[in-house]
């Protein structure tokens, strides 16, 4: 369990962050969405009490992050931006220190458990300076799980893998927030989106929207506008079809058989598109979201008003 109100953190006279207030319960992955620089990692830190906020509180598992940050710390698993790992150490020996930092019962037994969780128990007699940056990431989760927390915070954990990785990691991820409470911070919509069961969106320092997954998909259906690529040239009769269709709006012709629509319900009516245009003897070559940058996202989900209509 995680409750958050009102944290603030200056640092100087520069405020990173203010007054962030959210909560996250067992069992659920919590996503942070946000560009750098918003003051995902900064919150990460008062969370695991790292650093103190400059006003403002936090709960984490029970306890006060400030006050208690010992109870704290030991019922967190934090996967830092960076994981610090030293190459020459062995990666079973590297896992045992951490655990023998934490004072530990049967520090061996939980190496293992923690390396067969992240599935790396073949690594485990290796160096870690020989793995691949994907496995760091896991050696990293393996280190932030030895001491079974209730509550997990992972900073930009795919960040840098490359695409194989990041199905692994985000399986992983999935796999271990299903008992646990997991705060995860990512500057990537579609991460977001994959993993999460909600999203906070953090920009400068503060939240300016919350969802759950399922509905900022609804909201964002339509703030995204699909392009429709035909052979030939795109005529102004293909322009009709679309807008033809109950709720699309905004239809643009462009040049090279390029249409670019958006749609006003909600619904993903990419199916319905693609059989109208194939049945008024079109050849489709392409139907496809142009995608929305963040800045995009922010607008959209932080303005009220109704966007242009049809
Ligand atoms: N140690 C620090 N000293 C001064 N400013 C910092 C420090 N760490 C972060 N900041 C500033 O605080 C803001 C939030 O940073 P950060 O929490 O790292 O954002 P994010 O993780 O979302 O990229 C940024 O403007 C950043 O430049
Ligand atoms: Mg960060």
Redesign the pocket.
């Known amino acids: 369990m995680i409750k958050v109100s009102g944290l603030t953190k200056d640092?100087?006279s520069?405020r990173?962050i203010h007054n962030v207030s959210f909560d996250a319960q067992q069992g659920e992955i919590v996503g942070f969405l946000?560009p750098?620089?918003?003051?995902?990692?900064?919150?990460m830190r008062i969370l695991t009490g790292f650093m103190p906020p400059t006003d403002g509180e936090a709960i984490v598992a029970g306890y006060d992050v400030v006050e208690e940050s010992l109870e704290v710390r030991k019922r967190v698993g934090y996967l830092p931006e960076t994981v610090p790992l030293y190459n020459e150490m062995i990666v079973f020996d590297y896992l045992k220190f951490m655990g023998e930092l934490r004072d530990l019962p049967n520090v061996e037994e939980r190496v293992d458990e923690a390396l067969d969780m992240v599935a790396m128990t073949d690594r485990a007699q290796g160096y870690i300076g020989a793995l691949s940056k994907g496995m760091r990431q896991r050696i990293g989760l393996a280190q932030a799980l030895l001491h079974h927390p209730e509550v997990l915070i992972l900073d930009e954990p795919t960040i840098g893998l490359d695409p194989g990785q990041v199905v692994e990691v985000r399986e992983l991820i999935r796999q271990i927030g299903k008992e646990r409470t997991v705060l995860l911070?990512t500057h990537l919509l579609h991460e977001a989106q994959n993993i999460c069961d909600r999203v906070l969106i953090i920009n400068k320092?503060k939240i300016v929207a919350e969802d759950t997954t399922e509905n900022l998909q609804a909201r964002l259906v339509g703030a995204e506008r699909v392009i429709v690529r035909v052979r030939g040239e795109a005529d102004r009769e293909l322009g009709l079809v679309i807008k033809e269709i109950k709720g699309v709006r905004g239809v643009e012709l462009k040049d090279e058989g390029v249409v670019e629509f958006e749609f006003a319900s909600g619904k993903d009516l990419r199916p319905e598109v693609a059989k109208q245009v194939i049945k008024s003897g079109y050849d489709l070559l392409e139907l496809r979201p142009l995608g929305l940058s963040l800045e995009e996202i922010f607008l959209e989900l932080t303005n009220s008003e109704p966007r242009r209509g049809n």
């Open positions: 640092y100087g520069r990173a946000g750098n620089g918003a003051g995902k990692t900064t919150t911070s320092g």
